[in-house]
């Protein structure tokens, strides 16, 4: 399929966090944080998402009740695919992944999940709730949506989470094991889902859960620059700014974000 832009589009929801709520209210503080001329718009790699045209706002996705949440977010992932967009989401808890990949997989085709995070989300429930934002990558490789799905940061696994990864085949990279960044032979398309939760606390605080000994954000920085996949969607999550001390973590948001918005727009069509 050949991709003419990236939207962007914020998803306010953290009903399905199960220690503090709080993330619903990230998305615009990312967006206020990359626009208040503290950084310049420009990635790494030369691409100015302030230039290109191609960067397109999706707004701020509702629904009319919880239930029909998923629907809404499968619904309008769907409908940004169909357009010939691929998909950037300012979460948000962890469980819209679920949803975003539903609406992006339609037709099932091959998919390899980059997942950064703290914690594998593979619990077929938590507290009774199949979709909470333990749950996602659970429900995905259940569904078979993706052939592939790697994680990078874990540090918390137990004895449940284990057995789901070896039952869906996950390539779990722990930070017990950590020896520097690895090389990861993704060949396919490649969606990206970052936690933010991934990184330690000494980077980004402002998170529901601190788990220390996690990554640098130079770590992830350096695992997207080395991808060569093409990138058919991402997403940004778990950022709780109640909990930022400074901004520091909004500024790491913005940073990831201009970073992934490269990545997606490096094999779309020029304008």
Same mark, same amino acid.
């Given at each position: 399929?050949?991709?003419?832009?990236?939207?962007?589009?914020?998803?306010?929801?953290?009903?399905?966090?199960?220690?503090?709520?709080?993330?619903?209210?990230?998305?615009?503080?990312? &967006?206020?944080?990359?626009?208040?001329?503290?950084?310049?718009?420009?990635?790494?790699?030369?691409?100015?998402?302030?230039?290109?045209?191609?960067? &397109?706002? +999706?707004?701020?996705?509702?629904?009319?009740?919880?239930?029909?949440?998923?629907?809404?977010?499968?619904?309008?992932?769907?409908?940004?695919?169909?357009?010939?967009?691929?998909?950037?989401? @300012?979460?948000?808890?962890?469980?819209?992944?679920?949803?975003?990949?539903?609406?992006?997989?339609?037709?099932?085709?091959?998919?390899?999940?980059?997942?950064?995070?703290?914690?594998?989300?593979?619990?077929?429930?938590?507290?009774?709730?199949?979709?909470?934002?333990?749950?996602?990558?659970?429900?995905?490789?259940?569904?078979?949506?993706?052939?592939? @799905?790697?994680?990078?940061?874990?540090?918390?696994?137990?004895?449940? &989470?284990?057995?789901?990864?070896?039952?869906?085949?996950?390539?779990?990279?722990?930070?017990?094991?950590?020896?520097?960044?690895?090389?990861?032979?993704?060949?396919?398309?490649?969606?990206?889902?970052?936690?933010?939760?991934?990184?330690?606390? +000494?980077?980004?605080?402002?998170?529901?859960?601190?788990?220390?000994?996690? @990554?640098?954000?130079?770590?992830?920085?350096?695992?997207?620059?080395?991808?060569?996949?093409?990138?058919?969607?991402?997403?940004?999550?778990?950022?709780?700014?109640?909990?930022?001390?400074?901004?520091?973590?909004?500024?790491?948001?913005?940073?990831?974000?201009?970073?992934?918005?490269?990545? @997606?727009?490096?094999?779309?069509?020029?304008?």
């Amino acid at each position: 399929m050949t991709f003419q832009a990236v939207s962007v589009l914020a998803i306010p929801l953290d009903f399905n966090s199960s220690h503090l709520t709080g993330s619903a209210a990230a998305p615009p503080v990312i &967006q206020e944080v990359l626009h208040n001329g503290s950084a310049n718009l420009s990635s790494e790699c030369g691409v100015d998402i302030g230039k290109d045209t191609r960067l &397109q706002d +999706a707004g701020m996705l509702d629904w009319p009740d919880q239930a029909s949440a998923f629907n809404c977010i499968e619904q309008r992932a769907a409908a940004i695919r169909h357009s010939g967009h691929k998909l950037l989401s @300012l979460g948000g808890d962890h469980s819209i992944t679920y949803p975003l990949i539903r609406g992006l997989q339609t037709n099932k085709n091959p998919l390899t999940i980059l997942h950064f995070d703290a914690h594998p989300d593979l619990y077929d429930e938590l507290l009774g709730n199949r979709h909470s934002h333990a749950c996602p990558f659970a429900r995905i490789m259940e569904e078979q949506l993706a052939d592939r @799905l790697i994680q990078v940061g874990i540090r918390t696994l137990n004895d449940h &989470q284990r057995q789901q990864a070896e039952r869906f085949g996950v390539e779990v990279h722990e930070m017990r094991h950590w020896k520097g960044v690895p090389a990861l032979d993704i060949k396919g398309p490649v969606y990206i889902s970052i936690d933010l939760d991934a990184l330690d606390p +000494a980077f980004a605080p402002g998170v529901s859960h601190h788990e220390p000994g996690g @990554l640098a954000v130079r770590d992830i920085l350096s695992i997207l620059q080395q991808l060569d996949a093409p990138v058919i969607g991402a997403d940004i999550v778990e950022y709780n700014p109640s909990r930022d001390i400074n901004g520091m973590t909004a500024m790491v948001c913005a940073k990831l974000y201009k970073e992934l918005a490269a990545l @997606l727009l490096r094999d779309c069509q020029k304008s």
